[in-house]
């Protein structure tokens, strides 16, 4: 039926102005109230009229529990998977619905059916719903009313079996608690939130449809914006554009290998040669890397480029972008509750990546200050425990110094290694210092312990003195002359991800990223060692990365070349050389 002006689903039911107006209006009644005290009769029934007028209904959905057949009526709800409506069937009202191939002879047929279907006897609709398990789909046709705690219902004439559930349904209580259950069994999933009672945040359909609504938000800014939407080669003869390592296959009609795509860049910078002063891509990535939280092996970008804009231009770009489809996904609000933070969207501060660095020990005291605070002992990263020491004081100079920053990298990761912690449960702590004999495990063997007591008989600042002293003591094994000289752009960067991508809770630019580390991006006229690029990031993740592209051919090859020798040193992720991109910058991209 269409009594909405659109097809009557649940869901559209229940936002129809002139039924929502009658059913707030029992509501507000029943809001005076006292308890135990029924609703004015004659209300009720006007109101019930004024729903009858808009005659008979048909809804389908699933049946959110079992029903109860006990007597000669029953309620029970149906849900479309976002609401849910209740409906009440009576043993000598309802009629079951059935295929022609299946019907017996009735006594009576709407000519409303469809061709085909028939009306089974009196009863057959109680004899039908008897049978029907929570999980089943159905259909029915009946008039709405309310009940007498104000609830929308509909009183069923005509009953269809549409099909069957099998298994049991989830516990609509807790729905599905273990998130590896969730992932795996998306579809059940999906069921649990929207049969489950009571969320908190939002239900597992919610989130995809928010992220429906951002994508596409991005795509009509695009549009609105000039940008072309086009589609890429996902199988490529080489992978590149990005640095990642490739999922491979083979062509057997060509007789050669594809890599699965890891990024669309290349091509993309090929279009705007061809003439594509604005240009985007939704696009699927595959990525054969480690699984994480913030990394998954395939996943949807959108990169997009345009004509005659720098990174400057493209931050403010994406920041105008971001808030807008944010706006769209939410209604209207730049504030968003995500992974317990509340993330503010209506400001993006930009740091350089060293004064984020230099930055951090005062935001790690914060934080650890903090989850302190909160919890019985916090689950700590060794590398912010280095606060303090005076080897290492955050400044430009000493991230400039790659034997320094090497010397700190070694010891972080030996740091990470030289404790552990047992908390009791009645909050009783043990910090342990742990060596090559030590075994861990649910009796420590061989391990020393640095300190033990209540956690308000091991303050912040005594913990913290602590793991200084064990990291001076591990310093002095460490080999400080035995460095990489070639690798102060890379040190700079492990040690951002360290001490710093964790924190980036509000939205972020981080600018002035080393050129080496950038191969596709132009350097900065100001410095010839940092690249014109940015990496947003938004609660510790990165989000988003952009730069003003490099358009000279001849530098791009070398830089090609320069990945190419980090390939042949081992690094799998470096970027293979692209002969044909080079051939295309020869004929000239706008910048």
């Known amino acids: 039926t269409k009594i909405t002006g659109v097809e009557d689903t649940i869901s559209n039911l229940l936002v129809f102005e002139q039924i929502a107006e009658v059913v707030g209006e029992i509501k507000a009644h029943i809001a005076t109230l006292n308890e135990g005290e029924r609703p004015n009769p004659e ?16 809804v389908s959905g699933r049946l959110t529990t079992t029903p109860r057949t006990m007597g000669k009526a029953a309620f029970v709800h149906l849900s479309d998977g976002v609401n849910r409506i209740q409906i009440y069937v009576r043993k000598d009202d309802a009629l079951a619905v059935s295929s022609q191939q299946l019907a017996v002879s009735s006594e009576s047929e709407e000519e409303n059916l469809p061709t085909g279907y028939r009306l089974l006897p009196t009863g057959s609709g109680w004899e039908l719903f008897k049978l029907l398990d929570g999980g089943d789909f159905i259909g029915v046709e009946g008039y709405l009313f309310l009940t007498n705690t104000g609830e929308l219902s509909v009183h069923v004439e005509t009953l269809q079996f549409l099909s069957k559930s099998l298994l049991p349904m989830p516990d609509k209580m807790h729905g599905i608690a273990d998130p590896e259950l969730r992932r795996r069994y998306r579809y059940a999933d999906l069921i649990a939130s929207s049969l489950q009672v009571e969320h908190e945040g939002l239900t597992t359909r919610e989130v995809f449809e928010r992220r429906a609504k951002l994508i596409s938000g991005m795509r009509n800014y695009l549009d609105d914006a000039g940008y072309i939407e086009v589609e890429t080669p996902m199988l490529t003869p080489k992978a590149t554009g990005a640095a990642a390592k490739p999922f491979s296959t083979h062509h057997e009609a060509l007789k050669i290998p594809l890599y699965a795509r890891i990024a669309p860049e290349l091509y993309l910078k090929r279009l705007t040669v061809g003439g594509f002063e604005k240009v985007y891509e939704l696009n699927r990535n595959f990525r054969n890397e480690g699984l994480s939280q913030r990394h998954n092996p395939e996943f949807t970008m959108m990169e997009f480029y345009s004509a005659y804009m720098d990174v400057n231009g493209m931050m403010d770009f994406a920041e105008e972008m ?53 919890s019985a002992y916090p689950t700590l990263n060794y590398t912010q425990l280095l606060i303090g020491n005076s080897e290492f004081p955050f400044t430009d100079d000493w991230l400039n110094d790659v034997k320094v920053t090497s010397t700190f990298i070694k010891l972080a990761n030996k740091m990470q290694k030289s404790f552990a912690i047992e908390v009791s449960k009645d909050k009783e702590v043990k ?21 033990e007591g209540s956690l308000e008989d091991i303050p912040l600042n005594k913990r913290i003195d602590i793991y200084n002293d064990v990291a001076k003591q591990v310093l002095r094994e460490i080999d400080t ?25 509000q939205p972020t630019f981080i600018i002035d990223y080393p050129k080496s580390i950038s191969p596709l991006s132009k350097a900065s006229p100001s410095n010839p060692n940092i690249a014109e690029r940015f990496e947003l990031f938004i609660n510790g993740m990165e989000c988003a990365n952009g730069f003003s592209e490099l358009n000279d051919p001849r530098e791009q090859y070398e830089r090609f070349v320069d990945q190419m020798s980090e390939r042949d040193k081992g690094d799998d992720e470096a970027m293979v050389l692209d002969e044909d991109y080079i051939r295309a910058l020869s004929y000239g991209m706008p910048p």
């Open 481 to 505: 002359d035995d460095f990489d000289k070639s690798a102060e752009a890379r040190n700079v960067v492990e040690i951002f991800e360290m001490l710093v991508e964790e924190n980036l809770i």
């Open 322 to 374: 971001i808030q807008e489809s944010v706006k769209k996904a939410t209604g209207g609000s730049l504030v968003v509750e995500y992974d317990g933070n509340e993330i503010d969207f209506s400001k993006f501060e930009r740091l350089s990546m060293k004064e984020a660095i230099s930055n951090s020990p005062k935001q790690k005291l914060q934080k650890l200050e903090l989850m302190a605070e909160k």
């Open 43 to 58: 209300l009720k029934e006007s109101l019930n009229i004024k729903l009858r007028a808009f005659n008979n209904v048909r």
């Open 431 to 451: 910090i342990y210092k742990v060596d090559d004999n030590s075994k861990i495990g649910y009796e420590m063997k061989g391990a020393k312990v640095l300190c």
